[in-house]
């Protein structure tokens, strides 16, 4: 069974407009982390966010903030104020403490592109 | 912040050569280092954990003795393509963490292509 789904192949966003992009997670580890990766053409992986499971609160950093909800197991990372160069591959990845030891499992990802 | 360097990040070379791809960690002891391979638009797939002086732990249905990896260091680990095919052409990606509970931080990848 997929650990990290992402629904959304692919997605276009105006410059300046917020995004949501979707990730949810299949786990029955008490302790995981969620993480957000970007990815642009180049191939580096910058990391974005995390969120550990027993977090009381949603993650935020800059213009990145991660919509967690754990009783329906989502993940979802908002990027508000978009540039164009968010324009990148994102994905979404878990790690579990017990099951996993400690690695990362990552969704298929979503493809983001910032029109002018 | 914690830094870890790939190298090359890209190579071309001739079916059946042997290439060496390098993964250092700049300023934190790896205890444990993590290769993946990359197809175009899709996801990282782990290939092999690899802790330092001991044996690499490959996942199910990668070739050990195809891709070899070292970790003899704690600030280096190598992955050898033996033998590279056209197929194996990908882009691979290294990450290092100091212990289990810390951050994997990942190189900048290496885009393998063999003609």
């Known amino acids: 069974a997929q650990k990290i789904t992402q629904t959304q192949p692919g997605m276009f966003v105006q410059e300046k407009e917020a995004v949501t992009l979707d990730c949810t997670y299949d786990t029955s580890d008490p302790s995981y982390g969620l993480f957000w990766y970007k990815q642009p053409s180049s191939g580096e992986m910058i990391f974005l966010i995390y969120?550990?499971?027993?977090?009381?609160q949603n993650a935020t950093e800059g213009r990145y903030s991660l919509n967690f909800q754990k009783a329906r197991k989502s993940a979802n990372l908002v990027i508000s104020a978009s540039q164009l160069g968010d324009s990148a591959m994102y994905f979404c990845a878990m790690r579990e403490a017990f099951r996993n030891d400690y690695k990362l499992s990552f969704g298929a990802g979503t493809t983001v592109t910032v029109r002018a | 912040g914690a830094v870890v360097s790939q190298h090359p990040s890209r190579v071309i070379c001739k079916s059946g050569t042997s290439v060496k791809i390098e993964c250092r960690s700049l300023d934190f002891q790896a205890t444990t280092m993590f290769w993946y391979r990359q197809f175009p638009k899709q996801s990282l797939m782990l290939m092999a954990t690899?802790?330092?002086?001991?044996?690499?732990?490959?996942e199910q249905g990668v070739e050990k003795d195809k891709f070899l990896i070292n970790h003899a260091s704690l600030t280096l680990s190598t992955l050898t393509v033996t033998s590279a095919h056209p197929e194996d052409s990908s882009f691979y990606i290294c990450?290092?963490?100091?212990?289990?509970?810390?951050?994997?931080?990942f190189g900048d990848g290496t885009r393998l292509s063999i003609l």
């Open positions: 690899s802790n330092e002086g001991s044996k690499a732990t490959y």
């Open positions: 969120q550990g499971s027993y977090d009381q």
């Open positions: 990450s290092a963490r100091d212990s289990r509970n810390q951050p994997q931080h």
